[in-house]
């Protein structure tokens, strides 16, 4: 069961997410969060740091775990997943980076890489809250459209859909890269708790077809209705066709 909180827009679902990650950390404050990257969760970050800025909120026992990465890009690349979160969030708060945790992007070795970084999410013991965005054809990091549910870290091949969805970031879509490291689905499953969060017009057809159509590894997010405790946090754009 996918339970669905609508909100009246952006800063509303902002809050409500960003107000459940915080209870997690406050009665659990050494929570394994999983965290995500794209515009979405921009305004949960900035509502986060602000609490922790007013002494609201401790991150020193915490530790992360992102999704994905892309393969390729340099940490210090402006659209590196590392540069985002550090940039977005660990910076402003007092979490010990020595317990953030990425794919490393540059690391050319795929086979090399996904097994160190199923390792590094085994090594949490456990992911207490994953948040999650969604992409337009329903992936959730980078678990793209597929005939079958992959279960552990991986590396993908982006399709088209998401490069042309990335490409504002990029100085042309030919600078998107095409591959990026991701957790897996059954990762993802794993995870005590699921957040996934969605604004604006442009998520409302794949919301309407995660929520009224099949479990299918063609939309990735509809598994998410087979977890035990996951919420979709979603504005009333996003929910227009539900
Ligand atoms: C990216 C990320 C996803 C994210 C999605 C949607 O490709 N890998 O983790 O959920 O796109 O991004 P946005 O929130 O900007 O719509």
């Known amino acids: 069961m996918l339970k669905v909180v609508r909100t009246r827009d952006y800063d509303d679902m902002s809050r409500k997410a960003a107000n459940v990650i915080s209870a997690q950390v406050i009665l659990k404050p050494d929570s394994v969060l999983g965290l995500a990257t794209g515009s979405t969760p921009l305004g949960i970050y900035r509502t986060l740091i602000g609490w922790y ?3 609201d909120l401790d991150f020193a026992h915490v530790r992360s775990v992102n999704l994905d990465e892309y393969q390729g890009l ?11 979160m550090n940039e977005n969030f660990f910076k402003h708060i007092n979490i010990d980076p020595e317990q953030t945790h990425l794919p ?6 795929a086979e090399g890489e996904c097994a160190r970084y199923h390792q590094v999410v085994e090594s949490m013991g456990g992911i207490d809250l994953q948040l999650l965005g969604i992409g337009n054809n329903g992936h959730i990091g980078f678990n793209e459209p597929a005939e079958d549910f992959a279960e552990r870290v991986h590396c993908v091949e982006l399709t088209e859909s998401t490069i042309r969805a990335n490409a504002r970031f990029f100085a042309s879509e030919a600078d998107v890269p095409r591959y990026a490291y991701t957790m897996g689905i059954g990762e ?3 995870a005590k708790r699921v957040l996934i969060v969605a604004s604006g017009k442009a998520k409302a057809p794949i919301l309407r077809d995660l929520i009224h159509g099949p479990v299918t590894p063609h939309v990735p997010a509809s598994i998410l209705k087979f977890h035990p405790d996951a919420t979709l946090i979603a504005d009333e754009d996003a929910l227009s066709l539900v």
């Open 104 to 109: 490393d992007g540059m690391n050319m070795d």
């Open 53 to 55: 800025q007013k002494g």
């Open 74 to 84: 340099p940490r210090e690349h402006d659209q590196s997943y590392y540069y985002f």
């Open 188 to 190: 993802i499953m794993s």
